[in-house]
């Protein structure tokens, strides 16, 4: 069974910066692509951000230029990399294996627990 375990949350002011982490049980991350999800209260879990077993990665508008992704396949982990924070980036922020499709990412069924980052204005 995979399981993913998500750490980095925290509390931080507004242009501020965390690194989520995202650990797997198993070597799933050395054949899918994994992403960030997020989801603010009262809103829909929504991609943030996707790379490829190959490093490709895609992110949504509001977070370009801001955050980067990235993955260490050897060690089974995926990062998430968040500077000049804003309060609109507070969420529940989960990682996700799935598939990079030329349509856009398709999510797994395989979430972490998440991990609460909160921004303060």
């Known amino acids: 069974q995979v399981q993913l375990v998500e750490s980095g949350g925290g509390l931080v002011q507004a242009g501020g910066s965390l690194t989520l982490s995202c650990e797997a049980s198993r070597s799933i991350f050395m054949r899918n692509a994994m992403a960030w999800y997020r989801q603010a209260p009262g809103k829909q879990r929504e991609l943030v951000a996707s790379?490829?077993?190959?490093?490709?990665?895609n992110y949504v508008d509001s977070v370009k230029g801001r955050f980067t992704i990235s993955r260490d396949n050897a060690k089974n982990m995926g990062f998430l990399q968040m500077n000049s924070l804003k309060p609109e980036d507070t969420a529940v922020y989960y990682c996700?294996?799935?598939?990079?499709?030329?349509?856009?990412?398709?999510?797994?069924?395989?979430w972490g627990q998440g991990t609460q980052v909160t921004v303060s204005s």
């Open positions: 996700n294996v799935g598939l990079q499709a030329a349509s856009g990412y398709r999510p797994y069924n395989y």
């Open positions: 790379i490829t077993s190959g490093g490709n990665s």
